[in-house]
C-alpha cells in the first residue's frame, strides 16, 4: 500500500533552484534513506514534505490527503503535519520544558488531548527510547545522544503515518551514534514508514529498503541498498561512492 507519493516538486531561493522536479513514492512499511553531497537538495526536499518549506510546484498524496504546495492551505498544512513526524539535526527540544513535557507538547497542544492521557503516551515512548528515568529532567541536563533519543520519543508519540529524519546523528560526537542509530533500526524493524537522510553509510546499506541517490537538486539514481551501493549505473552515483568507506559484509 503507498503510504506517500510526492511528484514534481520545485523549490529556489531566490534566483538559486535547489529542487528541478524531485519524485518519490514510498510504500507502506519501506525505509527510504536518501544520501547525496551536501547542497544536494535532500534536506530542503525533507522539509518541503511538511510545510517547513513551501516547494513553489508539486503536490503530496499521504493517505486520503492530496495537495498541492503551490496552493495549500492552512488547513491542507495541518492535515499533512498531522500524519508527519520530524526528527532534526539539532534536537530542537524546548529548553524550558522537561523531556516529558517536550515528547507530549505535540500531543496536548496542536491535537487538544489531555495531559494525563498525553502523559502516559509520553511515559511509554520514553521507556521505549530508554529514557523514562529522565522523564523530569531537562535538555540541557542530557548529552546529544539523549536528547536525539528524546526527539525520535516525541516523534513517535505523534503516531505519523510517515517519520521524517534529517540527519539525525550528524551533530553527534561519533560515539553517541550508535544509541541513536540502534532506536533507528527498531523502528525500522516495527515496520515504521521512514524518510532518513543521512550520511551513514552503514546504516543505509543494513536497514534500508530503498536508497535514493540526489545531485544537483534531482533524483539521479534508486535502487536496493545492494543496486546503489555495489551496482550503482549513473557516473555521479559511482563517482559519490568512489570517496567512502564503509563494511559491505
Same mark, same amino acid.
Given at each position: 500500500m ?6 514534481d ?5 531566490g ?18 534513506v ?5 547542497g ?7 522539509r518541503c ?9 508539486g503536490?503530496?498524496? *499521504? ?10 492551505t492552512k488547513?491542507h498544512?495541518?492535515?499533512? #503535519?498531522?500524519q ?11 529548553k ?10 505535540g *500531543?496536548?497542544? +496542536? ?5 494525563k492521557?498525553?502523559?502516559?503516551i ?9 529514557l ?8 540541557s ?7 536525539? #533519543?528524546?526527539g ?21 560526537d ?14 525500522? #524493524?516495527e515496520? #515504521?514508514?521512514?524518510?532518513?537522510v ?25 535502487g536496493? +541498498?545492494?543496486e ?9 552515483t ?12
Amino acid at each position: 500500500m503507498t503510504a506517500i507519493e510526492i511528484t514534481d516538486v520545485h523549490k529556489s531561493f531566490g534566483n538559486h533552484e535547489i529542487l528541478k522536479g524531485v519524485n518519490l513514492i514510498i510504500e507502506e512499511g519501506e525505509v527510504v534513506v536518501i544520501l547525496g553531497a551536501s547542497g544536494s537538495g535532500k534536506t530542503t526536499f525533507l522539509r518541503c514534505i511538511n510545510f517547513l518549506e513551501r516547494a513553489s510546484n508539486g503536490r503530496i498524496l *499521504l493517505g486520503d490527503t492530496m495537495v498541492r504546495f503551490s496552493l495549500a492551505t492552512k488547513k491542507h498544512i495541518r492535515s499533512i #503535519r498531522m500524519q508527519t513526524a520530524m526528527v532534526f539535526q539539532g534536537y530542537e527540544l524546548f529548553k524550558h520544558m522537561t523531556i516529558l513535557q517536550n515528547v507530549i507538547e505535540g *500531543l496536548v497542544t +496542536p491535537r487538544r488531548m489531555g495531559k494525563k492521557e498525553a502523559e502516559v503516551i509520553g511515559m511509554a515512548q520514553l521507556e521505549k527510547v530508554g529514557l523514562a528515568d529522565k522523564a523530569r529532567s531537562y535538555p540541557s541536563q542530557l548529552s546529544g545522544g539523549q536528547q536525539q #533519543r528524546v526527539g525520535i520519543a516525541r516523534a513517535m508519540a505523534l503516531e505519523p503515518k510517515l517519520m521524517l529524519f534529517d540527519e539525525p546523528t550528524s551533530a553527534l560526537d561519533p560515539e553517541l551514534v550508535g544509541e541513536v542509530l540502534d532506536i533507528m533500526k527498531q523502528l525500522a #524493524r516495527e515496520g #515504521r514508514t521512514m524518510i532518513v537522510v543521512t550520511h551513514e553509510m552503514q546504516f543505509a546499506y543494513e536497514v534500508a529498503d530503498r536508497v535514493v541517490f540526489m545531485d544537483g537538486g534531482v533524483v539521479v539514481e534508486t535502487g536496493t +541498498p545492494d543496486e546503489i551501493f555495489n551496482h550503482p549505473k549513473a557516473e555521479r552515483t559511482k563517482e559519490f561512492l568512489s570517496s567512502l568507506s564503509f563494511n559491505k559484509a
